[in-house]
């Protein structure tokens, strides 16, 4: 099995919570000395650098939001001078005031490193010709894989997203191995090939994928196996995790075994908590993700509140990694989550659903919206070309959902082709209801 840094990716737990420790003390002295902001919030809390001792010392520090870097934007939370940045890139907001996140010579190198080693984790090597179709420019994922499958000494071509039937056309012509995009644009790239005749298995040599952006389920990676061929060339879809927060993506991967992702735990503690009190849950339990980057020099961000909902395990991968892993992967976001008639109900909890009928579509999405004084749940999803759907068949879907989500859905099968395609994200949510 091969890695990046073999010794580092399997150091027993006990040795690497000490190295966390360390490395926490190191990165809370460096923003305390350095950052006004962090400086006062260490000071509300009463809590100091050298108080960091043992690993469950690290819950004495505060905790830091995305309300904080939109309070501070552009540059409040830069923790070193100005003229060490090299590289900024920012995400568009989603209210209405964006991030923005700052990188020294070191951090590019370092994130570039994390790129390369969760390449290495599901089996990509120096041989492989490297599609890059997430999006280059302020959003961290074109720019992270390039500099990422460069360092690994992959031959890269920066295709950035769109213009779907030249993509396979590259693919065809350069012998493209590997792709890297969101899992709906990856189901959306399945859907084109067909419909171009192109047979991915035989036309082409695409072995693995790196799928992510979006929580997706082990349904979603069978079909998009399927349909662009990677089982048949000796690989799989591998999902990965970043946030922009703490470097972009390369922040965790799934390896080959495929048993979760993987949390680079040399640079990031990742700890799980319940998002009502802020108190770890147990090992097991569903909670939301709390990070702390240890390794970034320009913005590191101490115990920062991502809202990913996730369950953490501990125990060795049969890789032989050491580190935490999320076996079920990102389940979804808190604030994607919305409250149906008193119930929680998640886009990936849907999604897990409809992927199991083979006579359904990849392309869906749900649609909340209040009747008189009550809420109500419609999922749209397309059937598959050549498929009738039953009345019989929808009325089995319905009862799936219902037993899963515990809330009645209204089904809507349309018909394919009709709903929207993602180059990007995926928007699964519209809510039409007006709260007060």
């Given at each position: 099995?091969?890695?990046?840094n073999e010794?580092m990716?399997?150091?027993?737990r006990k040795?690497l919570?000490?190295y966390?420790?360390k490395m926490?003390r190191s990165v809370?002295?460096?923003?305390?000395e350095n950052?006004?902001f962090?400086r006062?919030?260490?000071k509300e809390?009463?809590?100091?650098?050298?108080?960091?001792?043992?690993?469950e010392d690290?819950?004495k520090?505060?905790?830091?939001y995305?309300?904080?870097l939109r309070?501070?934007y552009?540059?409040?939370l830069?923790s070193v001078p100005?003229?060490?940045?090299?590289?900024?890139?920012?995400s568009?907001?989603t209210?209405?005031?964006p991030t923005?996140?700052?990188?020294t010579?070191?951090?590019?190198?370092?994130w570039a490193?994390?790129?390369k080693r969760?390449?290495?984790?599901?089996g990509?090597?120096s041989?492989?010709?490297?599609?890059?179709m997430?999006g280059?420019?302020?959003f961290?994922?074109?720019?992270?894989?390039h500099?990422?499958?460069e360092k690994?000494?992959?031959?890269?071509i920066p295709?950035?997203?769109?213009n779907?039937?030249?993509q396979?056309?590259?693919?065809m012509?350069?012998?493209?191995?590997?792709?890297?995009?969101?899992?709906s644009y990856a189901?959306?790239?399945?859907?084109?090939m067909?419909?171009?005749g192109?047979?991915?298995e035989?036309?082409?040599?695409l072995?693995i994928g790196f799928i992510g952006?979006?929580?997706?389920?082990?349904?979603?990676r069978?079909?998009?196996e399927?349909k662009?061929g990677l089982?048949?060339h000796g690989?799989?879809?591998?999902d990965?995790?970043?946030?922009s927060?703490?470097c972009?993506?390369g922040?965790?991967?799934?390896?080959t075994a495929q048993?979760?992702l993987?949390?680079?735990?040399?640079?990031f503690?990742?700890?799980?908590?319940d998002?009502?009190?802020?108190?770890?849950?147990?090992?097991?339990?569903?909670?939301?993700?709390?990070?702390t980057?240890f390794?970034k020099e320009?913005m590191?961000f101490?115990r920062?509140?991502?809202g990913?909902v996730?369950?953490i395990d501990?125990e060795p991968?049969?890789?032989?990694?050491?580190h935490?892993?999320l076996p079920q992967?990102?389940?979804?976001?808190?604030d994607d989550?919305?409250?149906?008639?008193?119930?929680?109900?998640?886009p990936?909890?849907?999604?897990f659903?409809?992927m199991?009928f083979?006579?359904l579509?990849?392309?869906?999405?749900m649609i909340?919206?209040?009747?008189?004084?009550?809420?109500?749940l419609?999922i749209?999803?397309?059937?598959?070309?050549g498929?009738?759907?039953?009345?019989e068949l929808?009325?089995r879907?319905q009862?799936e959902l219902?037993?899963?989500l515990?809330?009645?859905?209204?089904l809507i099968i349309?018909e394919?082709?009709?709903l929207?395609?993602?180059?990007?994200?995926a928007?699964?949510?519209i809510?039409k209801r007006e709260?007060?």
């Amino acid at each position: 099995m091969p890695f990046e840094n073999e010794k580092m990716e399997t150091m027993p737990r006990k040795e690497l919570e000490e190295y966390q420790v360390k490395m926490m003390r190191s990165v809370a002295k460096h923003v305390y000395e350095n950052n006004e902001f962090y400086r006062r919030k260490f000071k509300e809390k009463g809590v100091k650098p050298e108080d960091i001792k043992t690993i469950e010392d690290i819950s004495k520090l505060p905790f830091t939001y995305k309300k904080d870097l939109r309070d501070n934007y552009p540059f409040g939370l830069i923790s070193v001078p100005f003229e060490d940045v090299v590289r900024i890139h920012m995400s568009s907001g989603t209210s209405g005031k964006p991030t923005a996140v700052a990188y020294t010579v070191k951090d590019i190198d370092t994130w570039a490193t994390l790129i390369k080693r969760s390449m290495i984790a599901a089996g990509a090597d120096s041989s492989d010709i490297v599609q890059n179709m997430y999006g280059y420019g302020l959003f961290t994922g074109g720019l992270g894989f390039h500099y990422g499958a460069e360092k690994l000494g992959a031959k890269v071509i920066p295709m950035s997203t769109g213009n779907t039937q030249r993509q396979i056309e590259v693919m065809m012509d350069y012998g493209t191995t590997v792709i890297t995009c969101t899992p709906s644009y990856a189901m959306f790239l399945g859907e084109t090939m067909e419909s171009m005749g192109i047979d991915p298995e035989k036309d082409l040599k695409l072995r693995i994928g790196f799928i992510g952006a979006e929580p997706w389920s082990k349904k979603t990676r069978e079909r998009i196996e399927k349909k662009l061929g990677l089982t048949a060339h000796g690989g799989g879809a591998y999902d990965h995790y970043g946030l922009s927060e703490m470097c972009g993506p390369g922040v965790g991967a799934e390896c080959t075994a495929q048993e979760g992702l993987h949390i680079w735990a040399d640079h990031f503690y990742l700890e799980v908590v319940d998002p009502e009190t802020g108190e770890p849950v147990s090992e097991g339990e569903k909670g939301v993700m709390v990070m702390t980057n240890f390794t970034k020099e320009a913005m590191p961000f101490i115990r920062y509140w991502i809202g990913d909902v996730t369950i953490i395990d501990y125990e060795p991968c049969e890789c032989g990694r050491t580190h935490p892993r999320l076996p079920q992967g990102i389940l979804g976001r808190a604030d994607d989550m919305v409250v149906v008639r008193g119930i929680n109900v998640f886009p990936s909890q849907v999604e897990f659903v409809l992927m199991k009928f083979p006579e359904l579509g990849e392309a869906w999405q749900m649609i909340v919206d209040r009747k008189g004084t009550l809420d109500s749940l419609e999922i749209e999803v397309e059937r598959k070309e050549g498929i009738q759907v039953t009345e019989e068949l929808k009325s089995r879907i319905q009862e799936e959902l219902k037993s899963y989500l515990n809330i009645r859905a209204e089904l809507i099968i349309k018909e394919p082709g009709t709903l929207p395609r993602y180059e990007g994200k995926a928007k699964r949510v519209i809510d039409k209801r007006e709260f007060a």
